[in-house]
């Protein structure tokens, strides 16, 4: 079993709407969570990191931790045709080496 | 912007052969690590270093090695390459602490 799970596997959202995507953890030693973005034909990039309970904000892109259920979020609000791409979860016990997660494929609509 | 650079981005093999793939940093950074990607998997973890002459196994090593002669340059090796070794391999590298990891462009293994 992966010891980052991520949901939904795929989601439609209409432009302009919010995107939600979750991620739980299954190993309690994790205290580090980063979500990546990935286009495609390209590599992932960091979008943003969470290491504290409760929200944290970037622009459009605002995530949420709760260390005792293990579960981070991601929301989008406002979404771009260009926010349209693969998002990981991350996870880490020590900001070193990274277990990611299997990925959620967003799709924005115009 | 940190740049990671990876060599060959195509690579089609034949069954039994040895494959490198290869990953150089302009980042300075201390660790690098090797990641394969495959559809309903994520990325998964092979080998990762933390520094010249270190190389350590990650969650999927079997049938890889790798190789960090210098801060600079991580190669993943395949002895003797498999069909089930077909995927995108990603480099990353980035430093102990920090919270970015930087990837490069990944290189897609076909294994015949």
């Known amino acids: 079993q992966q010891k980052v799970q991520q949901s939904p596997e795929s989601l439609s959202v209409p432009e302009g709407g919010m995107a939600s995507l979750n991620c739980t953890s299954s190993?309690?030693?994790?205290?580090y969570f980063w979500w990546y973005r990935q286009h495609s034909g390209e590599g992932p990039k960091a979008l943003m990191?969470?290491?504290?309970?409760g929200d944290k904000k970037e622009g459009r892109f605002t995530a949420h931790l709760n260390k005792a259920s293990l579960h981070v979020s991601l929301h989008i609000r406002d979404s771009q045709p260009s926010d349209s791409a693969l998002y990981f979860c991350?996870?880490?016990?020590?900001?070193?080496?990274?277990?990611f997660g299997q990925g959620t494929k967003l799709s924005i609509k115009p | 912007e940190a740049a990671v650079t990876q060599s060959p981005r195509n690579k089609v093999a034949v069954t039994g052969g040895k494959v490198t793939l290869s990953c150089n940093q302009t980042?300075?950074?201390?660790?690098m690590y090797w990641y394969r990607q495959d559809t309903g998997h994520g990325l998964r973890l092979i080998h990762y270093?933390?520094?010249?002459?270190?190389?350590e196994k990650g969650d999927i090593p079997d049938g890889y090695k790798a190789s960090r002669p210098s801060q600079e340059n991580f190669s993943l090796i395949l002895e003797l390459a498999t069909p089930s070794q077909t995927s995108v391999y990603f480099c990353?590298?980035?430093?102990?602490?920090?919270?970015?990891?930087?990837f490069g462009s990944g290189t897609r293994l076909t294994v015949l």
């Open positions: 990353a590298s980035g430093d102990w602490g920090a919270e970015t990891l930087y």
């Open positions: 190993d309690r030693n994790f205290q």
């Open positions: 990191s969470i290491f504290s309970d």
């Open positions: 991350a996870a880490s016990e020590n900001q070193g080496k990274l277990i």
């Open positions: 980042n300075n950074h201390n660790n």
């Open positions: 270093s933390y520094g010249a002459g270190s190389t």
